[in-house]
């Protein structure tokens, strides 16, 4: 049976009854938590609406509540007689708490303050429990901006995979493919850790980028310091090599080991959020590579000795026709399409 939606219009109050009782009674998804949590942080008014909706909620179910002896045919005459004003119940939870004795008044506040933290916990369990990892992903050629919960922001380059777990004492994010640039909230009680294979960066509130690649990661610390580990899979153990890198610095890992850190060229290294590719002396192969991250036509250099070739120049990521232009301008080269609509480069043998 599908069930009814929320209708944005609605008053606050009705919204929040919705979300107390699809919460706390109805099926609710992993996917309801995520609406819910977007839902009531939107402002005050909807979280004091909720906790209202709570209050109530607690106050219906006790047994300390005096229910009216009126009976309905009777409060049906009564609306009747009074249709200009509307007709107000004879149960009064404000008055029944006022009047009971002070012992009862203590549990009865005791309650509304528990039904308050539950408010607060029912948040933290969808956004630490339930919800589980957060799954983020950019097609080829996309580039994609997310502010995570904890104010922190990820932006993710082209074919990039992430998951991102926020839980109340460590922050995860797990690099699966891709590169990804990150601007990590400050918060000292919860460490920020971006895995990629076997490698862990530790942040607490600091600017780095990690670009996994088939065989290697590589991390760039654009501001502040980060610790790299190696050789444990495992979070909760960093007993592996670790390696303080601070900002201008560049390491790479592969699996060979680690190489030592390096001076890095910030902007080369994050020309990719402009849509640049900057290189530097790069056999044309890896240029090639490069430019089958972001297009989907591919360029395949099929001589041994052009793909050995160095080459220095500024692309722009989603302009493959330029980079074949230049291959075309070198000597005895020429470029062809390929049966899969890319491109196939090849030196002419005389």
Do not use: C
């Amino acid at each position: 049976m599908q069930r009814e939606e929320i209708d944005p219009r609605s008053p606050v109050s009705e919204q929040a009854s919705y979300w107390w009782v699809l919460l706390n009674e109805g099926q609710a998804t992993p996917a309801d938590g995520r609406a819910f949590v977007e839902w009531v942080t939107r402002s005050p008014e909807r979280v004091a609406a909720y906790l209202e909706a709570a209050r109530l909620a607690l106050a219906l179910r006790s047994a300390e509540t005096r229910w009216p002896a009126t009976s309905v045919e009777d409060l049906v005459r009564e609306a009747r007689a009074a249709p200009r004003e509307p007709a107000t119940l004879p149960l009064d939870t404000t008055r029944a708490v006022a009047a009971a004795s002070p012992g009862t008044q203590r549990r009865t506040s005791l309650r509304l303050l528990a039904a308050a933290g539950a408010l607060v916990a029912a948040i933290a369990s969808w956004l630490y429990v339930q919800l589980g990892p957060q799954h983020l992903e950019t097609a080829v050629g996309e580039q994609r901006s997310v502010v995570l919960s904890d104010g922190s922001l990820v932006t993710l380059n082209t074919a990039s995979v992430i998951e991102v777990q926020l839980t109340q004492h460590h922050r995860i994010v797990r690099l699966l493919a891709g590169e990804a640039l990150f601007k990590v909230a400050h918060d000292a009680s919860r460490p920020f850790d971006v895995t990629s294979g076997k490698a862990t960066v530790r942040a607490v509130g600091t600017q780095f980028d990690v670009n996994r690649r088939q065989d290697s990661t590589t991390v760039t610390v654009v501001d502040g310091r980060v610790a790299v580990f190696t050789g444990n899979e495992d979070l909760r153990q960093n007993e592996g090599t670790r390696l303080p890198l601070q900002a201008g610095e560049q390491l790479t890992l592969s699996p060979r080991g680690a190489q030592h850190p390096i001076r890095a060229d910030v902007e080369t290294a994050l020309a990719w959020t402009q849509r640049k590719l900057i290189f530097q002396h790069r056999r044309l192969d890896e240029v090639a590579d490069e430019f089958n991250r972001y297009n989907r036509e591919s360029i395949e250099i099929r001589s041994p000795e052009l793909r050995s070739q160095e080459v220095t120049g500024v692309f722009q990521a989603n302009d493959p026709a330029s980079f074949l232009t230049f291959l075309s301008g070198l000597p005895g080269v020429s470029t062809e399409k390929s049966a899969d609509g890319g491109h196939v480069v090849v030196r002419q043998i005389k």
